[in-house]
């Protein structure tokens, strides 16, 4: 079942990490975060979709958001090095960007227990992430966009999401 | 069972792709070509791995090989992307280096199908590549390099290879 407003939002499991493989990420109890769920690294719309919130970045710390989490189904190097290459291309520094978090659900385990994951296997070889993004306050889900197809970018770039808050 | 000298290179199956999802790889049927098998694009062994084969590109093609292909359990856009970063990095152009392919197995298809993959979920979150390297001379191998392990670099390195030819 997908995750609806008024859930709460579990502990993120040991295969969802930040940085390093075994650097489980652990969502903050308290305050406002948004995870973003992108099917692939690398992908030209993916591509299109993250800069957004790398640019909204001030904008969105100042209308109370705490941390933001990017999501993949792709291992740990890979989330890494997109990272640092979007923040790089778009005049940043992901070192300084300590609320932003670029997590690899390598397994997809993370996705699949909020229903938003789906079969990629024919383009990226796997099951991959839908397009979404959420919006958890104090633990509980706030905001659940989810596009129509991966591949759309409407309902979940940076600006819509700013305008909701 | 694993592929062995002597063993017929099999046609690449359709998932086994280069530059684009939908572009199989054709490996030539005649003339001496190299393929290197790595665990995963963007983590650090492999980085040091691959970079080998770009500076010895001119030397291997001296020896006679003529297509070098870098083959990864990594979709297609994560496997251009790594090939574009190593080429820069080592001052290549990767549209220069004409004879070097960066191909994405998405699925594991390729490599199982050699008897060379492994399963690295707990670290990359699915079935990778073992690290190897084949030389295949009009279609038949005849020479099986794998790596003990995953992380070693030996008798896979580009220099190694070289020796042999």
């Known amino acids: 079942m997908t995750v609806r407003v008024g859930d709460k939002l579990s502990s993120a499991p040991a295969s969802l990490t930040e940085t390093a493989p075994d650097k489980t990420v652990q969502f903050p109890t308290e305050g406002k975060i948004i995870i973003v769920g992108v099917p692939g690294a690398y992908t030209p719309p993916c591509s299109d979709h993250v800069p957004t919130y790398i640019l909204a970045y001030d904008d969105l710390l100042k209308k109370g ?16 090095a997109w990272g640092k290459h979007l923040t790089q291309q778009h005049g940043g ?44 306050k104090d633990g509980i889900v706030e905001d659940v966009r989810v596009e129509n197809s991966p591949p759309e970018l409407t309902l979940t770039m940076a600006d819509e999401v700013l305008k909701s808050l």
């Open 93 to 136: 520094d992901l070192e300084k960007l300590t609320h932003i978090h670029f997590c690899a659900d390598r397994s997809g385990e993370f996705v699949k227990s909020l229903g938003l994951d789906f079969d990629a296997s024919g383009l990226l070889g796997n099951t991959r992430s839908k397009r979404f993004a959420l919006v958890v």
């Open 65 to 80: 958001i705490d941390e933001i989490y990017v999501v993949g189904v792709n291992d740990q190097f890979v989330m890494n």
